[in-house]
């Protein structure tokens, strides 16, 4: 009788899906680190044993704390601004249509258990993590303001400065209260519900030239 050759698995790296899953873990195991011993006082050793992997094998997804950490904040922090724009400039669209888009966008992705996580942590900080968070991000966001002021599309009584800041302080106000690790799922749908009226608000207010809501 003749037996059918089984097919045997390749030895090699793991699936791709597989890796992913381990990356995500580690990302999840170091916010619990973090929280619990800060970024100085976490280990790697800390971070492996929460996932129940060999320090090695955590190496070989991230070089070390610093790039987790990195990782958090392209995915929640003030790098989730490049990480949404994927690189297209924000100044080749009119404001009109970029502000509620890319905004709109990153208030989906605060949305995320991990991003909601990490928005406590940042809290826990103190007031300067945060502060530095938005500094980061209204940095990151001058030049595409003044190009859209420079042609017009912004109105000219206000500074492009001022503009940021009435973007995104009310935006990071709701992040903190209903997007944050411990709120619940009613309390993230209606911060997304008013993030998301104001930014239809100011988008109107800020690209009306006379300054009205229409």
Known sequence: MNIPATQTSKR??????????????????????????????ATVR??????????????????????????????????????????????????????????????????APRAR??????LRMGPDGIGNALKEVSTQLRPVFDTWQARGELRADISAEVAIWQVIGPLSALRITYMNGDASS?????????ALAHLDLITRTLTNTRGEVT
Do not use: C
Request: aromatic share 8%; glycine share 10%.
């Open 117 to 122: 996580a990490f928005i406590s942590l940042v």
């Open 12 to 41: 090699g790296r793991p699936p791709r899906s597989n890796q992913r899953a381990t990356h995500d873990r580690i990302l999840d195991a170091a916010l619990e680190v973090f929280s619990e011993h800060g970024f100085d006082g």
């Open 186 to 194: 009613t309390d993230v749908a209606h911060g997304t519900k008013l």
């Open 46 to 111: 800390q971070i492996a044993a929460k996932v129940s992997v060999t320090d090695p094998a955590l190496y070989s997804h991230f070089k070390g704390k610093k790039e987790i950490f990195e990782a958090l904040m392209r995915e929640a922090g003030p790098d989730l601004l490049g990480t949404v724009a994927g690189g297209v400039g924000l100044d080749q669209f009119p404001a009109q249509i970029a502000i509620p888009k890319m905004f709109g966008s990153i208030v989906e992705a605060w949305t």
